[in-house]
C-alpha cells in the first residue's frame, strides 16, 4: 500500500501550443486577432493595486451586473467561472451524476472526455454524420446528460437553434449543456430559451470575441435552479474564483457593445474571404460559423502540410485522431495574417499538387 | 425522474463578509492592511492589453520560476493555483481517493469539510486539546489522508516543525498536506521535508502575507511525483487557470523580498502589541503566530460583543459553533486600526465587566 495507490489518475487535456517566440502567425488556438476594447486598458492602468491586499467580489457582481445588462439576463440567473473551461467542469461536476452515459459528439472540443474521465462520468459519443453535422435523434435516447458546442469545434459547423431545442424539449430528465464559445461569429444564441427550459445551460466566454484569453472569463445562463446548484458547488470549491482586474476587465469589455460589433463583424468578412480564397486552391470544408475554418485538401497530407506551415512560422492545429487526421483547424487572424498564409498555400499547392 | 435528480447537493463555505462601505474597520478576513509590493503596481500599469487577446502561459512559468528562485526548490516541484482554495480543492480531489476516512482537526478552516462534501469523500475531525492544540498521536491511525494548517486557523495556534514531521513520518501510505497560509507570520515551514518525504504537500498563498487576495494566488511544494499528479488533475479541469495579470503580479511581489520581510514584521510587532493590550483588558487566547487573534472574554459573550463591534463598524469574524461560539477571531491591521479596536473595547470593558 502507497499513498500513490489513492491518487486519482487521468490524463490531461492538450491545449494548444502557446510558443515563446514572436514572429510567427499564429493561427492554432482561436484566439482573436484584434485587442480586446480600449476601454480594458483604460480600467486596468487606472486600477488601485494598493486594493489587490483587500478579497475580491466573491459574486462579481460589477461583471454580472454588466452581463444582465448587456443580456438582458436577470443576474441571478448567471454563472460566472476562470474561462469556459472552468464554467464546464464546475457543471460536469454539478450536473453529471446520475451515473448514465452523458452525451456529445465523437468530434467535438476535446476537454469533454477529459472531464468525464476526471469526474469519473461515463460516456457515449455520438458520431457527426458524413458531413460532420450533428444529428438531433442521436440524442433522444436515456442519458445522464447532454454537452456539443454550437458552433461546434473543431469543425465550426452551426447546429440551427430550432434544431438544438429539438435536443433540449427531448431532455427534460437531463441538464443540457450549449457550448457557444463560438457562437457571436455569425450563429444564434439559444440563451431565450433558458426562460422555456429550466435544465438549458448555455455558456459562453470572454476569450474569443470578446478578445480576452488572457483573462480566464467564462459565463453561463440558466434558470434560477440551476445556476443556484452550480453556485453551491462552485461556492464548494473556491469562494473567489475571479481575481480583481478580471472582473474590472470583464466590466468594460462587456460594455463597450460598438468594438465588440465591429471586432466580430471584422473577423467574419476575414473569414468569408478566407473561404473563397481557399476554396480556389482547392481545399474543402463544412461551412464555418465560428472564428475558424476546418478544411482538408483532398491532394494533400494535413500531417505533412501542419509540419511544412510551422517550418514557415505559420501554426495551425492538427488533430491525429481518427477522422478528422487529414484536416487542419485554421484560426481567422488579420487579413494581413490570412493573406501570408494564403501565398504560402498558393505556392504550396503549386509545388505539390 | 427529473434533471434535478442528478444535480450534486452541497452545502458551500461562507467567506467572511466583504462589505460595500468604506468606512468601516474590516478585521474579519486576514487580509494584510499593508497594499503589495509597489512593483506590483508597476508591472501592472505596464502591462499591454493589447496581449490579453492571447491565452496566458497554462504553465505561468515565469511565476513558477520566481517561486522556485525565491525558495530555492526546483521548478516541477512547485503546483500554482487560484489561491490556496483552488490549489487545497485539486489537491483533495487528486489524492483522497481511497474512500477511507481523511483526518483533519474539530476546529480548523471550515473549508476542509466543504470539500471533502463536494467530492464525496469520508472523514473524521480530531478534536483539539483544551488548549487547542493539535495532538500528533491522533493523526496515527489508518486514513485515506490527512489536511490541517500550520499556524492553525481560526486559532493561531502553531505546531513546531518537528511535531509536525512526527505527522508525516507515520504517515507514508497518505498524502499529508499542510496548508501553510499564515506561516510568514511567525512560524517555520516544513517545506525542507518535501525532499525527505515524497507523500507531504506544502501549501502557501499570495493573500495573507504578499497583500495579494485579490488577485487570487496559491502555490504548493511537494514531491515531483506529487505535483505531477496534481497538474495532471488540475490540465483534466483547466488548461489556464491563472490569468495574464496574476502571472505578472505574482512575479513580481515574490522577487521583491525587502518589502515582504518589512511588512510581514510590522504585523508581527503589531500583533505582539495588542496581544499584551488584549491581555490587560482580560481578554485569553492561545498564542497565536499568525495574522489574527482568536480571543475570549470570560465575562463577555462573544457573539454580543461581535454585533457591538460591528455597530460600531469594526468587523471581526464570530463563528457560531461548538467549542468556539465563545471567540472572536480578530485580524491584526495596521496600529491605528488596532487602536481603535482597542479603545472601543477598553471602554466596552469598562462598561460590561
Redesign the interface.
Known amino acids: 500500500?502507497?499513498?500513490?495507490?489513492?491518487?486519482?489518475?487521468?490524463?490531461?487535456?492538450t491545449?494548444?501550443e502557446?510558443p515563446k517566440i514572436s514572429n510567427i502567425i499564429?493561427l492554432n488556438?482561436n484566439?482573436?486577432?484584434?485587442?480586446?476594447s480600449p476601454s480594458?486598458?483604460k480600467v486596468?492602468?487606472r486600477?488601485d493595486?494598493?486594493?489587490?491586499?483587500?478579497?475580491?467580489?466573491?459574486a462579481a457582481q460589477r461583471l454580472t451586473d454588466a452581463l444582465s445588462a448587456h443580456f438582458g439576463v436577470p443576474a441571478d440567473q448567471i454563472f460566472v467561472g476562470?474561462?469556459s473551461?472552468?464554467v464546464l467542469?464546475m457543471s460536469f461536476?454539478?450536473?453529471?451524476?446520475?451515473g448514465k452515459k452523458i452525451f456529445f459528439p465523437d468530434i467535438t472540443y476535446s476537454f469533454y472526455d477529459?472531464?468525464a474521465?476526471?469526474f469519473r462520468i461515463p460516456y457515449e459519443t455520438k458520431p457527426l454524420d458524413e458531413n460532420f453535422h450533428i444529428r438531433p435523434e442521436d440524442y433522444f435516447g436515456e442519458n445522464?446528460?447532454i454537452v456539443f458546442p454550437n458552433p461546434n469545434a473543431p469543425t465550426g459547423d452551426y447546429l440551427p437553434a430550432e434544431e438544438v431545442e429539438n435536443i433540449i424539449a427531448r431532455n427534460?430528465?437531463?441538464?443540457v449543456i450549449v457550448d457557444e464559445a463560438y457562437i457571436d461569429f455569425g450563429g444564434r444564441s439559444v440563451l431565450p430559451l433558458i426562460h422555456k427550459y429550466?435544465?438549458l445551460l448555455v455558456v459562453q466566454t470572454f476569450?474569443k470575441s470578446h478578445?480576452?484569453?488572457?483573462?480566464?472569463i467564462g459565463y453561463a445562463f440558466g434558470s434560477r435552479?440551476l445556476i443556484g446548484?452550480l453556485?453551491?458547488?462552485?461556492?464548494?470549491?473556491?469562494?473567489?474564483?475571479?481575481?480583481?482586474?478580471?472582473i474590472l476587465?470583464g466590466e468594460a469589455a462587456i460594455e463597450d457593445e460598438d468594438y465588440f460589433e465591429d471586432c466580430c463583424c471584422r473577423i467574419v468578412a476575414t473569414r468569408e474571404r478566407t473561404k473563397k480564397a481557399l476554396r480556389e486552391l482547392g481545399f474543402v470544408f463544412a461551412d464555418s460559423k465560428a472564428n475558424f475554418i476546418f478544411v482538408r485538401h483532398p491532394q494533400l497530407d494535413a500531417g505533412q502540410l501542419f509540419q511544412d506551415l510551422r517550418k514557415a512560422n505559420i501554426i495551425v492545429r492538427y488533430f491525429p485522431k481518427a477522422r478528422i487526421d487529414q484536416y487542419l483547424r485554421i484560426t481567422i487572424g488579420t487579413d494581413e495574417q490570412m493573406q501570408v498564409l494564403l501565398d504560402f498555400l498558393k505556392d504550396y499547392v503549386r509545388k505539390h499538387v
Chains 1, 2 share one sequence.
Not at 1 to 13: A, G
Not at 172 to 175: N, T
Open positions: 500500500m502507497s499513498w500513490e495507490d489513492n491518487v486519482r489518475r487521468t490524463v490531461p487535456y491545449p494548444g502557446q499564429k488556438t484566439e482573436n486577432p484584434y485587442p480586446p480594458v486598458a486596468l492602468s486600477m493595486a494598493g486594493e489587490l491586499r483587500k478579497y475580491p467580489d466573491p476562470v474561462g473551461d472552468d467542469a461536476l454539478t450536473f453529471f451524476n446520475s477529459v472531464w474521465d476526471v445522464g446528460g427534460p430528465e437531463s441538464v429550466e435544465n476569450s478578445s480576452m484569453a488572457g483573462m480566464r435552479k446548484y453556485n453551491d458547488v462552485k461556492y464548494s470549491f473556491n469562494s473567489y474564483t475571479l481575481n480583481a482586474p478580471s476587465a
